[in-house]
């Protein structure tokens, strides 16, 4: 079990301080070469933070043998580390992502490759062979061929580019159709991605990489290694052709298929592919709705349900997520049908990526744990949200997924190291190179202390939505006949989710592939699995199962009720038929409207929020509630940030009567909540700043009854409109990361970004660019250097500074010149990250400096920015960088104008003030500031972070008299590490790819963002 502790009666001292299990697994990126020693250190760096444990995930970066004696050695060793600390070991089932190849070993054997089928008026070109038979000889010999030849179609289309006729023929045809091999990628290390198709390839898969672990850790399995994670398997092939009369398609293929359609629906695969890709004359096709219905399944059987089976077997739990997961277009493409492919999980998982609102990806997921009775729900989250992230951000995507169902954060990404392409491998780093890693604890508390209640019990959603998904393929055609369709679907499946999650009403999905096995029969409730719904919501679809069909008419007659949001679907198994019309005509009919949509489940409504100020309903909430026994668990919370952040009062009604008691679990204490009741409902009010969550236990009973709350108001004591003194961290940086170039002994280029250059010199020197996708180290040749790169910078000073340090990469391999004078190459420390090592410097003279540095060209050598670290101020301006005094005080106002451009460490704002009176109630409130989290002490004594509306941290008791508050800004790493000549302010897949941008994406000046407290800070005093 994963929350033993749930089938205990609830202690409240679970609450107060929730065990390991509630915690969250971050990704612990291994992206160099790993050591035991690195292991001992960042496995304690995790318990420090809060966290459960750690997900052993190989990142780009990784320098040791993936799946060898050694790797395998290292896991063991990691997870007898984080044993002792009582933490649990995930493991994570790919060499990078997404999985199913191992990191190419699997996908050597070329039989396991991922394919497609090709069909195009072009004729396929060089390296495709003649026929199937043609294609293994050659492969035998050694050869990769691309692919081969499978047919050709006679097209004849009507003069709406609809399918008047076709045939499949061997040759003299308009349309030529062919199997094309995924081409080699340094991402999967010079091999490709996997046949997800096919059933073999999938168990050698599990060959190579869970039946090794098994080996190595098999004893852990279930206990201090509950489950294995698997990331973004997929299908290739199913893209449309733009118009019916030119392009090209692809269709999903491995072989056998062909066949294996044949004996399933009487048709060969080939024979009526052209129905998948073009519009029929007289109606949708049934061929093209069993093409997407059989790959599908086929993806679940030879992948989800082989990892389900062999984990089940070996007493592990299977827990992971899909690509593309969240629209009707996505999963199609990638899945055929997301919900499917969650049967086999014990964790169902998803992914939740640049803090989009993905309510229907994780709504998908929840459907099925819960349908299925499943422990827990798994997400990966924060991941691409770049250097400057906050823990505002934080709190607010894991409190909406909170609420809608997610128990196992997977905190994207922790760093093992920040050397060489690691660096950019989709920032930020959660963990000790961000200089907040040490105050994250508090924020793991909250959300292991929310999860020690919403773990427990059982869904109380009475309402479900047929799922769209088998109407949305029959529209999957031509996209210039059918985009403006799918785009409506897609548009509409995306409004229903968010409509019911705003309204506070929770629902599941209903999957018409999963139903009958897990509602032999209907009745009212309709008993899904798990899970007994009252009210069913239809949405306009094309088609409806048979299945499904008398499912609802049972329902129906047993007095459930149907509400249909369009008209009955004119087909049913995806053919011509009338018998949806029957349940349609007993359903409610509602418009397509939110407030209509309300209105009709009025009677499911378990919860209601209503602003006081206004009367109008809460439109920005999520919430969860569940049935733990006699009692209940609510938890209510803000999802976005809102433009204007107010604080609102509202009131809270709840079906039924009951004793309240709220959970605070940023401090772990509890209150009774006071309020009133009517006989039927209980009421009480809650005052909400903007970004405030509420967490409930609901026990049956007498509400404590309302008294007059003492008026309060808030005087401001003083404005703190400069700090007394300030401290660093950190030294103080200057990113130099523009150099003149030569490769050997050539010519001088002229000045250019670093990564840049870097990947102009490696093809000079004839070796492969450098990328987010290239060949991992640990395949990489240990080489002797024949080329070497010679780089140059020019900066100004306006000082004379000695003892200065640069912090660069592999210094052990370098040669450092200063003003022609050579650095003593000895490693004095590191900055930021242990792999961008620190040497001393020769003295930085007052007017031009120049700094030459030589470095080796091999596979494995890295040229990256360099600091100058040191007691100095910095200016920029344009691409020009200057060293000036350090600066002696600071206003309260943007750093990076202040001589600290590029200092992304710990800031300390000191404050010495007097009191003429003592302060019983004192508020020390920062309303401007950017920093990922304030950190706020008084007389030493530590007054909490601030990083949530309304920006304020209560003060302990102030005596009259002097006192001194320190403010600590935890700032981002953006400025030193980020994305800083990316011009593009709309960009947001912030990875590799971020900091390579060009045109009018990219510009050679810094584009720095404000650092530090921004305005004055005030002292408040609450009084009654």
Known sequence: ?????????????????????????????????????????????????????????????????????????????????????????????????????????????????????????????????RDFTDFCERIGRGEKPRGYRVCEYAIELDKDGRLKNYARIESGGNWFAWVELMTEDGWYNGQTYVDVLDPEAIRSFLDVTHEKYYKQIGDGFGRDVPAVFTDEPHFKGKHCIPTPYAGRATLCWTEGLDEEFRARWGRAFLDVAPEFIWEK????????????????????????????????????AYTGHFMSERTLFSQTLALGETMRQYRSQHLPGVDILCSQEEFT???????????????????EMYGVLEWDVSFLDHKLQGDWLAALGVTTRVHHLSFMSMQGEAKRDWPASIFYQSSWWDKYKPLEDYFARINSLLTRGDSMAKVAVVHPIESFWLHFGPNSQTLEKRRQMDEEFRLLAEWLVFGLIDFD???????????PEGGCPLKVGRCAYSAIILPE???????????????????????????????????????????????????????????????????????????????????????????????????????????KTYEVKLKGLWRVNRFDPEIGETSEVRGAQDGKHTRFVWKASAHDSLLLRLSPGQIAPETAAPLQEERTVMKLSRPDAFSLSEPNALLIDRFCYALDGGDWQPCEEVLRLDNILRGRAGLPARNGSQVQPWLMPD??????????????????????????????????????????????????????????????????????????????????????????????????????????????DDICRQGLSFYTGKLDYVFDIRLEQTLEHARLRIKHFA??????????????????????????????????????????????????????????WYGPDAYRTKGDQWTDSYRLRPAGILSEVELTEITE
């Open 1 to 129: 079990m994963l929350y033993p502790e749930n089938n205990r009666p609830f202690d409240v001292s679970l609450f107060r301080d929730p065990p390991m299990e509630y915690r969250g697994i971050p990704f612990w990126a291994w992206n160099c070469r790993v050591t035991e020693d690195r292991i001992d250190r960042q496995t304690e760096y995790f318990r420090l933070m809060g966290m459960g444990g750690a997900m052993l995930h190989p990142r780009t970066g990784m320098d040791t043998e993936y799946m060898s004696e050694e790797y395998l050695r290292l896991v063991e060793h990691a997870r007898m580390r984080l044993k002792e600390k009582g933490m649990q070991t995930w493991l994570y089932d790919e060499e990078r992502f997404p999985s199913g190849c191992a990191g190419g070993l699997v996908t050597r054997e070329m039989r396991f490759r991922s394919r497609v089928l090709v069909v195009s008026m072009t004729p396929p070109g060089d390296g495709i062979c």
């Open 281 to 316: 004359q007289d109606g949708l096709s049934q061929w093209r709705y069993r093409y997407h219905e059989h790959v599908a399944e086929r993806f679940a059987r030879a992948y989800g349900d082989q990892l389900g089976s062999w984990c089940e077997k070996h007493g592990i």
């Open 361 to 379: 990806t994780v709504k998908q997921a929840e459907s099925v744990r819960r349908q299925l009775g499943r422990e827990g729900l798994v997400c």
């Open 509 to 519: 999905y209903i999957s018409e592939s999963m139903l009958p096995a897990l509602c």
């Open 541 to 647: 679809l094309t088609t409806v199962r048979s299945t499904t069909l008398e499912r609802l008419k049972a329902f129906s007659d047993a007095g459930g009720r149907l509400i249909a949001l369009g008209d009955a679907p004119g087909l049913v198994d995806a053919l011509p038929s009338d018998a949806a019309l029957e349940v349609w005509r007993r359903a409610e009919k509602v418009p397509f409207k939110r407030p209509s949509l309300m209105e009709a489940l009025k009677a499911e409504r378990e919860l209601e929020l209503r602003e006081i100020q206004n009367g109008m309903p809460a439109d920005e909430l999520a919430m969860c509630m569940k049935q733990d026994g006699e009692d209940r668990n609510l938890f209510i919370c803000h999802v976005r940030k809102p433009r204007q952040a107010v604080t």
């Open 783 to 892: 080489e002797p250097a024949v080329h070497f790169a010679r780089l140059k910078a020019v900066f100004t000073s306006e000082l004379v500074l000695e003892g200065a340090l640069l912090a660069m990469e592999q210094p052990e391999t370098a040669c450092v010149r200063l003003n022609g004078q050579s650095a003593d190459m000895t490693v004095r420390g590191w900055y930021v990250d242990e792999d961008i090592k620190t040497v001393a410097l020769p003295c930085i003279v007052k007017g031009e400096n120049i700094l030459e540095i030589t470095v080796p060209l091999t596979h494995k050598s890295v040229i990256e920015p360099v600091y100058l670290l040191g007691c100095f101020g910095t200016k920029v301006a344009g691409t020009r960088l200057a060293l000036t005094e350090a600066p002696k005080a600071l206003e309260l």
């Open 931 to 988: 920093a990922p989290v304030l950190s706020v002490s008084v007389d030493g004594q530590d007054a909490g972070l601030i990083f949530t509306h309304p920006y304020e941290a209560k003060m302990p008791r102030l005596e009259r008299g002097r006192h001194v508050i320190q403010v600590t800004a935890c700032l981002s790493r953006f400025n030193g590490f980020g994305t800083l000549h990316n011009a593009d302010p709309a960009y947001m």
